[in-house]
């Protein structure tokens, strides 16, 4: 189909697009790579009247040290995340995942920022920003605030983004030497979204002290799963505890159910791609 008549606009900086959208208003729509919004203004799924791309805005991409943190900026694309030294560095997943979603003008063009304000339940980065423990940066004309990833994703599609906000930048602690994190998934073949992704992160030598494990695909929206965290909690580094622990895995979660795959087979493949993500950090 062809979409329905709209206006593009292209602002120059953050505080133009913030100027933009409050003008517009619910007219508006933000455009950053538009591998989400674009199909669904091809569909009429979405119309907006005005269209705000925010791709070409040089202050919100890049990758950054800082100190404790390190900064992804929001238009940062999938591939420079894949190919960056310092996520490679400090966060391994996020580096995998990088490489794992869509082909390769999907990681050219598509930003970070696009798929966690999209939210979509099979998109990659919303777990990775569970497990990674990550904070999002949100910025209004009445100025910034900080949101844990764990009050951002609020449901099928839905953020605690607000009318007239920008996800500026993404900002991650550096996890603790020694720690290992992988992600893994059971991709679905023409999109290479995730019918189950499995993201996971360890701390320790010998026993373990700190997990983080999050899942994308299985829910409504990501989410931590604690059975999963306490199963490993103090536990020893070994085949063992990671099969028991990953036996755990979407225990009294509400699994989705769709032409893909069933709640049950989703159940089962949330298993295996905890063990295999958990056995993969070994």
């Known amino acids: 189909m062809i979409p329905a008549q709209v206006e593009y606009y292209r602002p120059n900086n953050v505080k133009e697009a913030l100027e933009m959208l409050q ?8 455009l950053a790579g538009g591998h989400s919004l674009i199909p669904a203004m091809r569909l009429r799924l979405s119309t907006p009247s005005h269209l705000v791309d925010i791709a070409g805005i040089p202050n919100l991409g890049g990758i950054s040290d800082d100190g404790d943190y390190v900064t992804i900026g929001a238009g940062a694309k999938h591939s420079e995340i894949a190919n960056s030294y310092l ?13 794992m979603i869509g082909d390769v003008q999907v990681r050219n063009f598509g930003t970070i ?8 339940p099979a998109a990659d980065w919303p777990a990775l920003m569970l497990a990674s423990d990550a904070v999002m940066v949100v910025e209004s004309l009445s100025g910034k605030r900080e949101v ?12 605690d983004l607000n009318d007239g906000e920008i996800l500026t930048e993404i900002r991650i602690p550096k996890p603790p030497k020694g720690t290992r994190s992988t992600y893994q998934k059971f991709v679905q073949p023409a999109s290479r979204f995730a019918i189950v992704g499995c993201a996971a992160m360890i701390s320790g030598t010998d026993t373990i002290y700190n997990s983080r494990v999050a899942f994308a695909g299985v829910s409504a929206k990501p989410f931590r799963d ?13 085949e063992v505890t990671f099969a028991d622990a990953a036996n755990k895995a979407a225990e009294g979660v509400s699994v989705m159910s769709d032409h893909f795959a069933s709640e049950k087979y989703r159940k089962n493949l949330a298993k295996v791609y905890t063990k295999r993500a958990l056995m993969k950090l070994l």
């Open 113 to 120: 920022g696009g798929s966690l304000a999209h939210a979509d």
């Open 226 to 238: 604690k059975g999963v965290e306490d199963a490993l909690a103090g536990k020893s580094i070994n």
């Open 148 to 159: 844990p990833a764990a009050d951002f994703f609020q449901g099928l599609f839905t953020t």
């Open 23 to 30: 003008k517009f208003g619910d007219d508006a729509k933000l």
């Open 87 to 99: 996520i490679g560095e400090h966060l391994t997943m996020l580096a995998e995942a990088g490489n």
